[in-house]
């Protein structure tokens, strides 16, 4: 099976790509090596800026990438840059906006940072910027079927990954499970807030996961997020028919993920 999405993968890409990953607090960016999936040198990060408008934030992001431009290892200016995006991006444009400005809603991103930046820009959802990247380079790789990736932070991410390709937007922690968002319950800040303990959180984890898997059947589950690093705290207790493991790239994911979605997109002039 691992040849199959080796096949996937015969278009060349460009050695080195620029990827920005946007927060709420921080954006942050790196070049990243597109064969293995790490990030060339330091990252470089400067705080988002408040109030954090369209405008503003896409500033930060050219001042970000003109940075890393002018490092040696940096990619020719007519690679384009990955950007991710805390928002539903449909065809570039975003149709929600989480820890950010809320003038963001369908502002074409695409659009406004290619403008500024004076160069290719592709943005993608977070989450499913670091589903790429777990499946290319970490947890799932060589992986087919359905992969789903659970990122557990201020609210539920998800990326949703059939045979190596992404399917965006896969608003998985807005479920319903009983009355409830399924992320007011089961995020990490969702524990956090309600004092509870790791045991008590692995028994809303296993009502979210199990409900997530009744629904997909997914070959694995790779849950990220900060609180990955916890990992042993609740997966141990989780009891599901389908493989679940931590993700690998921990905060490198978004900016990987971001990169390669743009290299993948990308293509050369004649």
Request: no cysteine; proline share 6%.
């Amino acid at each position: 099976m691992a040849k199959d999405i080796e096949k996937k993968k015969s278009k060349k890409l460009p050695a080195t790509v620029i990827g920005v990953d946007i927060g709420g607090t921080g954006i942050k960016g790196g070049i990243v090596d597109l064969e293995k999936g790490v990030i060339v040198g330091e990252r470089y990060r400067i705080p988002t800026p408040k109030p954090s408008t369209p405008e503003a934030v896409a500033e930060v992001v050219a001042q970000i990438v003109t940075e890393l431009s002018s490092r040696p290892e940096g990619p020719a200016a007519e690679v384009p840059v990955g950007v991710t995006f805390p928002a539903i991006i449909q065809h570039g444009v975003a149709r929600s906006a989480a820890n950010v400005d809320k003038s963001w809603v369908d502002t074409d991103v695409d659009a406004l940072f290619t403008r500024v930046l004076g160069r290719d820009v592709h943005v993608i959802n977070d989450a499913d910027a670091a589903g790429l990247a777990e499946v290319r380079y970490g947890a799932g790789k060589g992986k087919m079927g359905t992969v789903l990736v659970i990122t557990l932070g201020t609210g539920i991410g998800s990326a949703f990954i059939f045979d190596g390709k992404l399917v965006p937007n896969a608003e998985l922690g807005h479920l319903e499970i009983d009355g409830h968002d399924a992320e007011t319950k089961a995020s990490a800040v969702a524990r956090e807030r309600d004092g509870i303990d790791w045991d008590e959180y692995a028994v809303r984890l296993q009502r979210y996961f199990s409900h997530v898997e009744f629904l997909f059947s997914p070959e694995l589950f790779i849950v990220g997020g900060g609180i990955s690093k916890r990992s042993s705290e609740y997966l141990p207790s989780l009891e599901l028919r389908t493989p679940i493991i931590p993700a690998q790239l921990k905060n490198h994911a978004g900016i990987v993920g971001g990169a390669l979605q743009a290299a993948l997109l990308f293509t050369p002039k004649a």
